[in-house]
């Protein structure tokens, strides 16, 4: 919780600096903090800290880029720490890179198998009948997961709602849901009924049941196993650990657990709750026998530039029993219009891959800066410095 804690008190605004630092006072800061680089050259300790970053600069020597985050407010001390992280992770970062060109080229793929045209991106109003770029991106959807059909609409304003809609429209009054990775996202408790709510799961006669993760992380097989029973229509399944300690799922774990539940009950519709993990790893869960993955366009297959939206990829009939709810029986996918934003859907999608793997380098190298042995030194002598200066 520590290591959290200043994670997110140094990536912050609080830690940029201030207005009240203008131009020429930034300009002295900056000088003062190639001194400090001189200045430090005899700490024999932060030279044993930081084995040949900052001993082997001095103030003639800092590159263009280093001057200009002096300018910038950022300490020479954190900027030469902050290069022997990233020096240690181009392994690290290549295997992000690599699983980026794989997803970019299914992403590309995916788009010339369904044919897309510039004719995709117009997009339309009213009740949104025959809209070409709709229904393209939706197979294009579809091409990605490897899944039977896609529903990707702005109607679907939010991850939370992606998952209700899925849960709402494939579960019935007498049936059961099952979360077997313990306790769901916050705003999914509303969903359910676990914290009263109106329209919930609970006000329906829908039932839940969940079994919470072993110590070590892993799956309760044997209660799973209890827990499954003739009631059992669907199981949730919650990749990203949210706001629990609990690890982050990988595929690989997630099909392990979906066979296993498989074979206990083959017609239970396994549902994961996809957000924050699309192109993430080069497969997803829908390659690994989950029935629907559920995402948010405001998240990673948006790109950035989706402006909202969401997404439920999936076996057909799933997907008609979430298109029938979204909009209303008997019309289904056949209604909503685009409104103009498909263009932003699309470009966002192409740059997912690539932006995916953006945030997946920025977050390891946060959590390096942090998880190296020497932090309780450099927790002192980092933040020091940042207060000195008045960035924090």
Request: glycine share 10%; charged share 20%.
């Amino acid at each position: 919780m520590k290591n959290r804690f200043f994670t997110r008190r140094f990536v912050s605004a609080r830690c940029l600096p201030q207005s009240r630092l203008c131009a020429k006072s930034s300009a002295e800061m900056g000088i003062k903090m190639e001194k400090d680089i001189v200045n430090i050259q005899g700490s024999d300790k932060l030279q044993t800290s930081i084995p040949g970053s900052v001993s082997a600069l001095s103030a003639g020597e800092l590159s263009e880029t280093a001057k200009f985050y002096a300018s910038l407010g950022i300490s020479g001390l954190v900027h030469a720490y902050g290069e022997q992280i990233i020096e240690s992770l181009k392994s690290r970062f290549a295997q992000i890179e690599q699983t980026a060109e794989y997803n970019q080229l299914k992403v590309i793929k995916a788009m010339q198998n369904a044919k897309v045209s510039e004719a995709c991106l117009l997009g339309t109003t009213g009740y949104g009948y025959n809209d070409l770029g709709r229904d393209t991106l939706e197979e294009v959807y579809a091409n990605i997961f490897h899944t039977e059909d896609a529903l990707v609409r702005p109607q679907i304003t939010c991850g939370t709602h992606a998952l209700a809609l899925a849960l709402m429209s494939n579960l019935r009054p007498g049936d059961e849901l099952l979360s077997p990775v313990g306790k769901p996202y916050d705003t999914l408790e509303e969903v359910i009924g676990i914290r009263p709510s109106k329209g919930s799961l609970a006000e329906y006669g829908i039932a839940y049941r969940q079994v919470d993760l072993l110590p070590d992380g892993g799956f309760d097989y044997a209660n799973i196993e209890k827990a499954l029973n003739e009631k059992t229509k669907l199981v949730t399944i919650q990749r990203s650990k949210g706001y629990q300690t609990r690890p982050t799922l990988s595929v690989e774990k997630i099909g392990e657990l979906i066979s296993f539940i498989k074979n206990i009950k083959p017609d239970v519709i396994c549902m994961v709750d996809n957000c924050y993990g699309e192109f993430v790893e080069k497969t997803e869960p829908s390659d690994v026998g989950a029935d629907m993955v559920v995402g948010s366009l405001i998240k990673n297959p948006g790109g950035g530039l989706a402006p909202t939206g969401g997404y439920i990829a999936g076996k057909k009939e799933c997907i008609e029993n979430a298109a029938s709810r979204l909009t209303s029986p008997g019309l289904a996918k056949e209604v909503g219009a685009s409104l103009g934003i498909l263009s932003s859907f699309y470009q966002g999608l192409f740059l997912a891959p690539t932006v995916t793997a953006g945030a997946l380098k920025g977050a390891v190298f946060a959590a390096n800066c942090y998880e190296r042995p020497n932090f309780t030194y450099y927790n002192i002598n980092f933040f020091s410095c940042l207060k000195i200066h008045k960035i924090c």
